[in-house]
């Protein structure tokens, strides 16, 4: 606790679907005796990730006000946004939520540098 509240990550939406849609495969991997693959990887980084922000909820990139997609605004009515990187050019989106007892890291999204790119409307040069 050492922002002197407990610090919880919560999977909602997008987020929580790739992160199951993740999880079964990786099982699956690791069942038939594989012990490395992308999804191996990027599996353990979010994983890491997670246990990143129950330590500090601020750890991503905090994404300037002006640039933060209507698409979040109006599905979340976001005000702040996080972005931690992944291993494999992935992306985790997330916001940070409080009372006097807890603080909460909603992941709202872990997706490839594509879709990111498309969200943010970030174009290739």
Known sequence: ????????VELIGDAKESYERLNKIVGEQKASGKTSSDEITLWSGIQRVFDLLV???????????KKIPDYYIKKYDVQ???IADLPLFWRMVYVIKGNKVEIVC????IFDHDDYNKIFGIRKR
């Not at 909603?106 to 999204?109: F, S």
């Open 1 to 8: 606790m050492k922002f002197g509240k407990k610090v919880s």
């Open 55 to 65: 330590d500090n909820p601020f750890y991503g990139d905090n994404a300037k006000k």
């Open 80 to 82: 702040n946004l996080y």
């Open 106 to 109: 909603i992941v709202l999204d």
